[in-house]
């Protein structure tokens, strides 16, 4: 079946302006997450879903990040006012329930 | 909060050796342990995982083993093969859902 899609594969944008970033997740999983990777670096812990419950946001780095996710599918990470050091690549992910996480292929940021 | 340790950073060994990859945490609550590979350019894939109830898993040439009361877990790759070399990550989480991953260790296999 359909795996995690995210859109775009690249954004390239200039400083300040906002950026939304789509996750579509694999159909019927209940928990969805986003991390951010920086050039050569770890997987850095964002915000997650799972199905009704309220979102954990304690990893998003400041009060210019959110994230939505909608009839508990498709998620939409949103970054205002765009600064030079969120430039990463941005990774979805979708599991079933918590356990393995199946990762999209990233969206590439570049802020100029 | 919590931290996920992981060293080396960069590994490199010869095809045949074995690889050890190692990661400490910080969370004593964390109960859910799993190993990523990322190949270059691609997407992470879950290798292995371990569940704080068991101490070692195997699954061919790659074993975890679980020391909860250090609070680390370790990556046990042998025979290793060209095809190994990438980005291995570590994580830990509670049940499976915030997971707090390791900076990753690039390994590097000679063939």
């Known amino acids: 079946g359909a795996g995690v899609s995210q859109s775009p594969s690249n954004k390239v944008t200039e400083k300040g302006k906002d950026v939304e970033l789509r996750c579509d997740p694999i159909?019927?999983?209940?928990?969805l997450y986003w991390y951010r990777q920086s050039l050569g670096q770890g997987l850095e812990f964002l915000i997650y879903f799972q199905g009704n419950s309220a979102p954990d946001k304690s990893g998003l780095p400041s009060d210019r990040f959110s994230a939505e996710r909608t009839g508990g599918s498709v998620s939409t990470l949103t970054i205002q006012r765009t600064q030079q050091e969120d430039s990463a690549v941005y990774l979805c992910a979708s599991s079933l329930g918590g356990l393995e996480q199946f990762f999209g292929p990233g969206t590439r940021l570049t802020v100029l | 909060g919590e931290n996920v340790e992981q060293h080396p950073s960069t590994l490199s060994v010869q095809e045949g050796d074995s690889a050890v990859i190692k990661c400490t945490y910080s969370?004593?609550?964390?109960?859910?342990f799993p190993w990523y590979k990322q190949e270059l350019g691609k997407r992470p894939q879950l290798i292995i995982d371990i569940r704080s109830n068991v101490g070692e898993k195997k699954d061919q040439r790659i074993a975890v083993t679980l020391n909860k009361t250090a609070k680390h877990f370790s990556l046990h790759i042998t025979e290793t093969q060209p095809e190994d070399s990438a980005v291995y990550f570590c994580a830990a989480s509670i049940g499976g859902f915030k997971t707090i991953f390791g900076a990753g260790t690039r390994l590097f296999v000679k063939a």
């Open positions: 969370d004593s609550a964390s109960n859910y």
């Open positions: 159909s019927g999983h209940t928990a």
